[in-house]
């Protein structure tokens, strides 16, 4: 069992910045791909980026190329969300979650992912 708690969000002005967390306890964090994903109200929950366990592959959707980049520090079992550029249309929720793969594997498919956390908000007002 893996438990995610997110941090970081909050309300920002169109072109800010802001930093989220996803703090993992529980089973070895460095054997779990992570992904975050984002939903908005109204519409379905999105791929926004994934990171191998081993941080050696990375992928992000095409609406945050160059805006969003994912990382993650093993050592303090943690991945973070760098949003850079913010949008209104990037206004959601967003969650991480975790599901175990080997060296280099990521999934932008919700069911993929076998661990969740609870989300927390983004407002980016414009």
């Known amino acids: 069992q893996v438990q995610l708690v997110e941090s970081g969000g909050g309300l920002v002005q169109a072109g800010g910045s802001l930093r989220l967390s996803c703090a993992a306890s529980?089973?070895?964090?460095?054997?779990?791909?992570v992904g975050w994903f984002r939903q908005a109200p109204g519409k379905e929950r999105e791929f926004v980026a994934a990171i191998s366990r081993s941080g050696a592959s990375r992928n992000h959707a095409d609406s945050v190329t160059g805006r969003f980049s994912i990382s993650r520090d093993n050592a303090n079992n943690t991945v973070y969300l760098q949003m850079n550029s913010l949008k209104p249309e990037d206004t959601a929720i967003y969650y991480c979650a975790a599901t175990s793969g080997s060296y280099y594997y990521t999934s932008p498919s919700r069911s993929s992912y076998d661990y969740w956390g609870q989300g927390t908000q983004v407002t980016v007002s414009s």
């Open positions: 529980g089973r070895t964090f460095s054997n779990y791909a």
